[in-house]
């Protein structure tokens, strides 16, 4: 039998309260909020063997994308300067568009295809994301896949 480990992409929603506080302590202690496991996870409401539990099984995604390229699918509102605008905050946070692919618009709306190179990208592909969800022309973001 292989030894192989398998992997899965769960939504957040979905992990338990203790894997969710064990990102969260995990977090912290990147970032340099906090010193030590015995703080963090006491700071988030998690004893520090079940934060040994899952520390090293549970990652964000956005740490697991080894490429550094990602495809997403965003719908846009048929607006001047919508698709500008989007790419705009692609290079602002540092982001290389590889490729574009728009559709016509039909009934007020486009779908784009996005296709980017996040070696330098300023902040967390979360971050990113959060960004263009939060643009007035976005209706929908999603990751298609990652990739070379």
Known sequence: MKDEKQFYMVREDLLSESMQKALEAKSMLER?????????AEHV???????????????????????????????????????SGLLTVAASMGCNVLTIH???????????????ETNAIQGSIKEFL??????????RVEVLGTGA
């Open 32 to 40: 340099g909020k906090l010193k030590t496991v015995a703080e963090a």
């Open 130 to 139: 959060a960004t263009i969800s939060r643009m007035e022309v976005v209706e």
């Open 102 to 116: 728009q559709t016509i618009p039909l009934q007020g709306r486009a779908h784009v295809t996005l296709t980017i």
């Open 45 to 83: 409401g998690l004893s520090r063997s079940a934060f040994y539990k899952y520390k090293d099984g549970i990652f964000p995604f956005h740490t697991m994308v080894k490429e550094k390229i990602i495809t997403l699918s965003v719908h846009l509102e048929d607006r001047s300067g919508a698709l």
